[in-house]
């Protein structure tokens, strides 16, 4: 029973795999808006309907992030696991979220190269946008149970977790987008990789 469970999962990993081949090699090659998810369909050879039981709109396949909410062992660990830093427990849940969403380094340069069109990158930041709101919550849940992990004491709650949210979120399009990053690194490595970059900038600027 464990080897058909492992020989589902690898199959459905290749046809995960297939669709996202297939995504990025089109947008790659002509742009975000022109492509349709008829297309995809075709050159996956898959149906719509195989389509949708893996990703929830062409963004998802094309960009790669993660549309879904985060799982329920997700946010139970986020909000109690012990930690003495509450942005590593956030990327831990970053991390963690992201597995399985990172694929082969030619899929990861192209989606680099995709990154810059324009209408893609707008899809990317509305998605990355909702996918703060619902990081926001988690953080302001757990500062508000355990006011010790906090940074930002003079200012609220909601105000640390929307700054936290945010460097995170522009950490994740770095770790895609940027021109020199090393799509053959490991994603937990690309991130903080960018969050170095962040961090290096914010030490320059004097006010």
Not at 139 to 152: A, G, M, Q, V
Request: net charge negative; with cysteine.
């Amino acid at each position: 029973m464990q080897e058909d469970l492992s020989l589902r999962e690898q199959k459905r990993l290749e046809t995960r795999l297939r669709i996202e081949d297939a995504a990025t090699e089109l947008v790659d090659k002509h742009s975000f808006s022109e492509v349709t998810i008829e297309e995809i369909c075709e050159l996956a050879g898959i149906s719509r309907r195989t389509f949708f039981n893996y990703f929830d709109s062409k963004e998802s396949a094309v960009l790669g992030a993660p549309s879904a909410d985060f799982t329920e062992d997700m946010r139970e660990r986020f909000l109690h696991e012990p930690t003495t830093n509450i942005l590593d427990l956030v990327l831990n849940l970053v991390e963690k979220h992201m597995e399985g969403y990172q694929v082969e380094p030619t899929i990861l340069e192209r989606r680099k190269r995709i990154a810059n069109d324009p209408d893609a990158a707008a899809a990317s930041i509305s998605r990355k946008r909702a996918k703060s709101f619902e990081l926001i919550r988690l953080i302001e849940k757990r500062l508000n149970r355990e006011p010790d992990l906090r940074i930002l004491q003079g200012h609220s709650v909601e105000t640390e977790a929307m700054v936290i949210a945010g460097v995170i979120r522009e950490a994740l399009w770095l770790s895609i987008a940027a021109p020199d990053c090393d799509c053959s690194d490991a994603f937990s490595s690309r991130l903080k990789d960018s969050l170095t970059l962040i961090n290096d900038v914010m030490k320059g600027i004097r006010w």
